[in-house]
């Protein structure tokens, strides 16, 4: 037993060390039943800001307002990644981490730490761990320089959750946390439903989230939010993604743009993204992309808006150039960026 597992050892080490050369990502086989897989990219990013809205890497739905203009430029390579995934027969296990953990400075050696994304055990139609909610259609985000694209009007979160997949149908129970609210009483996991509609056209999905809030005046609120979301092929290559959210979804929208609980009353909202992108050649493409969030309580509005174009210099190499608005319209507030990136598929 012993002699087996040392020679599946030095199997795998003599492949990676033999394609780590050539090739930036593989597969090894190491039995009949079992496959060890290492994927990601390497991502380079130069980004300047100007505007009142001050600098950030990428977008979320807040920002801190200046009280004057300021402009900022960065190159930096945190949003790169690397993941692992085993699979053992009908188990699954996958993990994947970045580098946008924070930590670092420009004084020295500019040193990031890392972060866990993904850490889940797949197995059969069970799923468990931490990884994207169920309430958010990964298809329907746009192609962007900008780490996701126009987070305002995307769900985007992930979180601790146990999901059950039956055909087209999605059923999890996930973290609950009442952000703005007394997190110490969230003793309900939050409830998602999901239908997924799929085709040669596409997918669309349509969502529905169900959670306790905890106030921190000691009230128990119930909260609902439904969401439809999707990606859908138009002519030659090119696609429509989407997404509308409404309800009492707080932190679940917008990457931050509002709590979930305000003054003991539970944020309302309403967001919406629109993302079209189009081949000008099989390796050349653009997208134009927008994204908006409103809160009935707090009154927030977020607004994000950009246009794009890559091109694959290889099949695994690919650079991108994009220009954008960030907007916080209750504040007035806003400011313009430029990015340029290069990324390696490994």
């Known amino acids: 037993m012993f002699d087996s597992k040392y020679k599946k050892l030095l199997l795998a080490s003599s492949l990676l060390t033999a394609s780590s050369a050539t090739f930036a990502g593989y597969e090894i086989k190491l039995t009949e039943n079992d496959k060890l897989t290492f994927g990601g990219y390497i991502k380079i990013d130069s980004r300047y800001v100007d505007g009142d809205v001050a600098y950030r890497d990428f977008w979320i739905g807040d920002g801190t307002a200046l009280e004057e203009d300021a402009s900022q430029f960065k190159i930096f390579a945190n949003e790169t990644r690397f993941n692992t995934k085993y699979v053992h027969g009908?188990?699954?296990?996958?993990?994947?981490?970045?580098?946008?953990?924070?930590?670092?400075?420009?004084?020295?050696?500019?040193?990031?730490?890392?972060?866990?994304?993904?850490?889940?055990?797949?197995?059969?139609?069970?799923?468990?761990?931490?990884?994207?909610?169920?309430?958010m259609n990964t298809s329907a985000i746009p192609e962007a320089a900008d780490f996701a694209g126009a987070t305002t009007g995307l769900v985007f979160i992930r979180q601790g959750q146990v999901r059950y997949n039956m055909?087209?149908?999605?059923?999890?129970?996930?973290?609950?946390?009442?952000?703005?609210?007394?997190?110490?009483?969230?003793?309900?996991?939050?409830?998602?439903?999901?239908?997924?509609?799929?085709?040669?056209?596409?997918?669309?999905?349509?969502?529905?989230?169900?959670?306790?809030?905890?106030?921190?005046?000691?009230?128990?609120?119930?909260?609902?939010?439904?969401?439809?979301a999707g990606l859908v092929k138009t002519t030659g290559k090119d696609d429509l993604r989407f997404q509308f959210h409404k309800g009492e979804l707080g932190r679940y929208v917008g990457a931050a743009a509002a709590k979930d609980v305000y003054d003991n009353e539970v944020e309302d909202l309403t967001s919406v993204l629109i993302a079209y992108r189009h081949f000008w050649t099989d390796t050349l493409r653009s997208s134009v992309l927008y994204g908006k969030v409103e809160g009935d309580v707090s009154e927030r509005e977020r607004t994000q808006w950009g246009v794009n174009v890559f091109q694959n210099l290889t099949k695994d190499l690919v650079v991108g150039f994009e220009v954008g608005n960030f907007c916080m319209d209750e504040q007035d507030k806003d400011s313009n960026y430029v990015q340029a990136t290069l990324r390696f598929a490994l």
């Open 90 to 135: 009908d188990v699954t296990g996958f993990i994947e981490m970045d580098f946008n953990g924070g930590g670092g400075n420009e004084i020295i050696s500019n040193s990031a730490n890392p972060r866990i994304r993904h850490a889940f055990i797949n197995y059969q139609d069970l799923t468990v761990g931490q990884t994207w909610s169920t309430f």
């Open 167 to 228: 055909g087209n149908f999605q059923l999890s129970l996930e973290n609950p946390e009442t952000w703005g609210g007394d997190t110490s009483n969230d003793k309900l996991p939050d409830l998602v439903a999901r239908y997924n509609f799929k085709d040669d056209w596409g997918n669309v999905s349509v969502s529905a989230l169900a959670r306790q809030l905890n106030t921190l005046s000691g009230e128990q609120e119930s909260a609902f939010g439904m969401s439809v």
